[in-house]
């Protein structure tokens, strides 16, 4: 441990440009969304709010926005309707392949988005699911899920088996000790779980460039094609409400559960 | 009187490994049994088996005459108290006990009667509506007893519930424990590691090793006449000295002639005589049925209400124990002091054959 003197100085101030390091570019958006200017650059020759006034006049971009959040919201139920029952399974079943199924099942994780989005495209072109709400539900399926069994399954891995052993003793049956003591105790894990999920659901670009269509479209690939012809500070205004759209999200969480202590950290 | 609770060669086995071998055991109505042993034993795994939690590898288990090896916990109707306690966090006392009551169907108003009868039982009354991350570990202990008996169960089973509190506690709870057992007349079956908490309160007690029932009889039987050396030695303190039986029955110790029990031998036997069985003597003592030494103290250590001495006589080394009293220190190391004990307290086994 570093306990005191120049040490400790330079230890905060590592700390200090590390944060600067994370979080410049995001808290550079903040000034950029105020410019009066046409074009993003630093430092602005003005101040306005005409930016956040010209969202209002974004066809395309609210289109996009009511996509991506009925795509989250589908995609969370779905992902933790199929996580849930898999990571009780996969953490209270005794059978054999346990545990390659489980690898497999957050393998996903592990590949380059770009390969998955190349495969997804290549299958989705012979089926026609390009640019269709069951092919875009997929993808993100096949991307989100692996988050949900992870949160799921360490949530249920710090929870007593003898709770649940307790519970079938007293005469409850499996469906009761479920309901009844596994998952309320496990409550903390599905909202943490039903966050990450919506996140990056919402967040996704690289594999969801591959498969919108022009009929279709989500927010992120929307603001990345707008980024593409022009270079107004418009998309730093959408940013701006993202961000704290996600830290609200975050911060609620946090005081309601203890975000970190469902994600399996060590919790405060 | 019939036996409430029977186990039928009962076994477990874990690939290769026979955590419990052809465990045969008949509990009476009422009847407190400690399962005992070592940890690898198999007394939990018997305790899992016989709850449900565990399915048998082989054998049966029969209560009150009906077979209900293959049925699962929540039909067995036996209560089970964990040794983490495994109450449940997010329920305050009264609901924790409310619980086996609402799977059992029984209505609220009843309910809630057997709820605060069985919380007045363990004296947490005031305690309703605390949640268990509210309680300290001896009342947590305290609800888990009273959420398994309120379902008033045919079979009490304990595994080591008393393991988790400090030493003080553990004597107080122990005895908390019988008396409710008593008092309800409940068979139960008591898994520990600790042979004084067994011997204090057990009907009779199941030694196990190795997955392998030992011994099955009464704290006194197990203590004064165990049947083999793994549990005298497991229960209780106990001297250990190699000797010879010769043909007329007597045993050779070194230079030293003693009677001892038992019928091991001819030939290489082990002595095993308890620490607390041997006087320090003016020779008064001697006589029939007595056996008497001369030896020489090498150590004493003093441990408040005892007084325990290391005497060296010939070959072997014994340890001696006494209450202490005020003014008598005891002889000091390098004395030469006499030493006698009881002919009956001179366990003979057969000595274990070099593997």
Redesign the interface.
Same mark, same amino acid.
């Given at each position: 441990m570093i306990s005191a003197g120049p040490g400790r100085f330079f230890f905060h101030l590592l700390v200090v440009a590390l944060f600067l390091f994370l979080l410049g570019p995001v808290l550079l958006v903040f000034p950029i969304s105020f410019s009066a200017d046409s074009f993003i650059g630093w430092p602005p020759s003005g101040w306005s709010v005409k930016w956040y006034v010209a969202m209002l006049d974004q066809p395309t971009l609210g289109e996009a926005l009511r996509n991506s959040l009925i795509l989250a919201g589908i995609v969370t139920a779905l992902a933790l309707a199929i996580a849930l029952p898999a990571a009780v399974a996969l953490s209270r079943g005794s059978f054999p392949g346990r545990d390659a199924i489980m690898a497999l099942l957050t393998a996903p994780l592990l590949l380059p988005t770009i390969v998955l989005g190349l495969a997804l495209l290549i299958i989705f072109v012979t089926q026609g699911m390009i640019g269709s709400w069951p092919g875009l539900i997929l993808a993100h399926l096949l991307l989100t899920v692996p988050y949900a069994l992870r949160v799921l399954t360490t949530a249920l891995g710090t929870l $007593?088996a003898?709770?649940e052993?307790?519970?079938?003793?007293?005469?409850? $049956?499996?469906l009761?000790?479920f309901f009844?003591?596994t998952l309320?105790?496990m409550a903390p894990g599905l909202v943490a779980a039903a966050a990450i999920v919506f996140l990056v659901s919402f967040d996704e670009v690289v594999i969801t460039l591959f498969i919108v269509g022009p009929q279709l479209n989500t927010l992120p690939v929307a603001l990345f094609r707008y980024v593409e012809s022009r270079t107004d500070p418009l998309v730093a205004a959408v940013s701006v409400l993202m961000v704290l759209f996600t830290l609200l999200l975050v911060v609620v969480l946090e005081r309601a559960i203890g975000l970190r202590k469902a994600i399996g950290g060590k919790g405060g | 009187m019939a036996p409430h609770l029977e186990l039928h060669a009962l076994e477990k086995r874990f690939g290769a490994t026979r955590a419990v071998q052809a465990l045969t055991l008949a509990v009476g109505k009422g009847e407190l049994i400690g399962l005992l042993g070592p940890s690898g034993c198999g007394k939990t795994t018997t305790l899992r088996m016989i709850g449900g939690l565990m399915p048998a590898s082989a054998g049966r288990i029969v209560v009150a005459g009906r077979d209900v090896t293959a049925l699962p916990p929540h039909q067995r109707d036996m209560g089970i108290v964990f040794q983490n306690y495994a109450l449940f966090p997010h329920m305050d006392v009264a609901q924790n006990l409310s619980f086996g009551l609402e799977m059992r169907k029984i209505p609220a108003a009843e309910r809630a009667a057997r709820v605060t009868r069985a919380l007045a039982m363990v004296r947490l009354e005031a305690f309703a509506r605390r949640k268990p991350r509210e309680l300290s570990g001896g009342q947590q202990q305290r609800v888990a007893l009273a959420r398994a008996l309120v379902i008033e169960p045919s079979i009490l089973l304990l595994d080591e519930p008393l393991s988790n509190l400090d030493a003080n506690l553990r004597e107080e709870m122990r005895n908390e424990i019988r008396d409710i057992q008593q008092r309800l007349g409940i068979t139960a079956v008591f898994v520990t590691h600790d042979q004084s908490e067994a011997l204090a309160i057990c009907d009779r007690i199941a030694v196990m090793r190795l997955g392998v029932l030992e011994q099955l009889g009464t704290p006194f039987e197990i203590y004064e006449r165990p049947a083999n050396e793994f549990v005298a030695g497991f229960v209780g303190r106990v001297n250990r000295a190699p000797a010879e039986r010769l043909a007329d029955g007597r045993l050779r110790l070194g230079e030293l002639l003693v009677q001892g029990s038992g019928t091991a031998g001819p030939g290489p036997v082990t002595l095993m005589i308890r620490p607390h069985r041997i006087r320090l003597g003016d020779g008064a003592l001697e006589g029939p049925g007595w056996n008497s030494a001369t030896g020489t103290v090498t150590r004493r250590t003093f441990v408040g209400d005892l007084l325990s001495i290391e005497v060296t006589v010939g070959p072997a080394t014994l340890l001696v124990e006494q209450h202490s009293f005020a003014g008598a220190p005891g002889p000091a190391p390098g004395d030469a002091v006499q030493l006698a004990w009881r002919a009956e307290d001179t366990l003979v086994f057969p000595a274990r054959v070099p593997a």
């Open positions: $007593p003898s709770v052993e307790a519970a079938a003793s007293l005469g409850a $049956p499996p009761s000790v009844r003591v309320p105790l | -």
